[in-house]
């Protein structure tokens, strides 16, 4: 990624790419965590605008059929996720330790520290 926020994903089997631009935050919060891109084919055809927010859901929209689709959406928070240092539901399960797996595990892992 460049310094102004882009970047370019390339399909290196099938030649397609996509120019992604993570729009910069404005003031007052506009903008924020907005991604806009164009997806190419393979002889360079613009087929589908991507946009969204990153943190909440992307879209694609294909340029000759203006066919929309969600193509990511953010899991549900767990609740009380604030008090919960804004951890998601798989980060909170990363330390989670069950008595069947704890035979498994080496002695160094972080798990098993008492702290």
Sequence with gaps: ???????????????????????????????????EGTIFSASGQKVWKLNGKWNEQVSIRNIASGEEKQIWKMNPRPQQWNYLYYFTEFALQLNFLTDDIRPLLPPTDSRLRPD
């Design 1 to 35: 990624m460049d310094i102004d926020g882009k970047c370019e994903v390339v399909n290196h089997t099938t030649s397609e790419r996509c120019e992604l631009e993570f729009k910069q935050r404005k003031w007052g919060g506009r903008n924020a965590f907005e991604v």
